[in-house]
């Protein structure tokens, strides 16, 4: 069985830092920004193992501008073989 992560997250960035915020996380793997808004931004991170999302979801916390970050969502896809039919 594979798994896959996607977490959204909030983050809140002063105005002055957002696009140095917004440029760092474009150079993160597994982070998509769809949205900035004076700094307001809506942040994807996905990844095979939460344990990776949650790390990068701390690092981000630590960005230098970042005032706050949430973590709003959470959804966990589980891909399972088909099964086998029986003749």
């Given at each position: 069985m594979s798994e896959y992560h996607i977490c959204g997250v909030l983050l809140m960035s002063r105005p002055e830092?957002?696009?140095l915020?917004?440029?760092t996380l474009s150079?993160?793997?597994?982070?998509?920004?769809h949205a900035n808004d004076g700094g307001r931004m809506v942040v994807t991170v996905e990844g095979?193992?939460?344990?990776?999302?949650?790390d990068t979801?701390?690092?981000i916390s630590q960005l230098k501008g970042v005032a706050s970050s949430?973590?709003?969502?959470?959804?966990?896809?589980?891909?399972?073989?088909?099964?086998?039919t029986q003749p």
């Open positions: 830092h957002s696009a915020v917004e440029q150079d993160m793997p597994g982070v998509e920004l095979d193992a939460y344990r990776g999302c949650a979801i701390t690092e949430s973590l709003v969502y959470h959804q966990l896809e589980n891909e399972t073989p088909p099964e086998e």
